[in-house]
């Protein structure tokens, strides 16, 4: 069976990490190489690195900081933000990306992801997939003013290979108080690919409910190691005792 995976994911600006609530109001929270370097420490299975401004802002991802930050990692890397052409995906993975996130451009040209996937191969794309609750009803959460409903989305993702996909809440990004298993399920029923949910863990517990209910093999976690006292290592503890494998290096820093 394969490990669980616990994932800090590092929303960043264009000069420094920051944290938003509900995909708004971004909170500054510290130095991206820095951080990276005590993830690196504390045994996490890979770290997500996202520039969740790049295309908003039309603007590519500082190539030099990623660089700076791949460096500090042992671990497997993702890189985000502003991807929209083949050579800025050759160029993540030239300076030691693992693999690259993609989000906006699946939305703008959904045929870009079986080019890239085709020159690079599946298991380096990954697709972002942000969804907001409105009304009871899922849609995927964009800024191109495009009203589309989830499972729509979802029924198309079939016909593209990719690797994986993180899966994020915006009603519960930020808010610490669980997540929302209900999408992770519906989710889960319409794609056969792996699955990194995010948003919504605040403690243990949380984690606990989302891996007792769910076939998911990995989770993002910001809010909760930069605003409580738990760390990977409590959080791989919690996955386990609801029965699921966890990789523990028995070297990692298990406290702040």
Known sequence: MLKIRIIPI????????????????????????????????????????????????????????????????????AIGGGIKTIEDINSLLKIGADKVVIKTKIIEEPEFINEASGVFGAQ?????????????????????????????????????????????????????????????KLVEKNISVPIVVAGGGGEPKHFEELF??????????????????YTPHDLKNAIASVGKPVRILKNSVHSK
């Not at 995909?23 to 997500?48: C, K, W």
């Not at 991802?61 to 671990?75: H, Q, R, S």
């Not at 009304?135 to 191109?144: A, D, S």
Request: aromatic share 10%; charged share 20%.
């Open 10 to 77: 590092l929303t960043f600006n264009g000069f420094g990490l920051v944290k938003t609530k509900n995909f708004a109001n971004p909170r500054m929270v510290g130095n991206p190489v820095q951080a990276a370097r005590v993830y690196n420490s504390r045994g996490v299975d890979e770290l997500v690195f996202l520039d969740i401004f790049a295309s908003e802002q039309k603007r590519k991802i500082n190539l030099k900081l990623v660089a700076d930050v791949i460096k500090e990692c042992y671990m497997p890397v």
């Open 124 to 184: 380096c794309i990954t697709v972002a997939i942000d969804v907001i609750k409105n009304n009871e009803q899922y849609y995927v959460f964009n800024k191109l003013n495009k009203e589309i409903l989830l499972i729509d989305f979802l029924k198309q993702l079939p016909s593209h290979r990719f690797g994986e996909i993180v899966l994020t809440s915006v009603n519960c990004d930020g808010m610490m108080n669980g997540f929302d298993i209900d999408l992770v």
């Open 212 to 229: 007792s209910q769910t076939q998911v093999e990995a989770v993002g976690a910001t809010s909760i190691f930069h605003f409580t006292q």
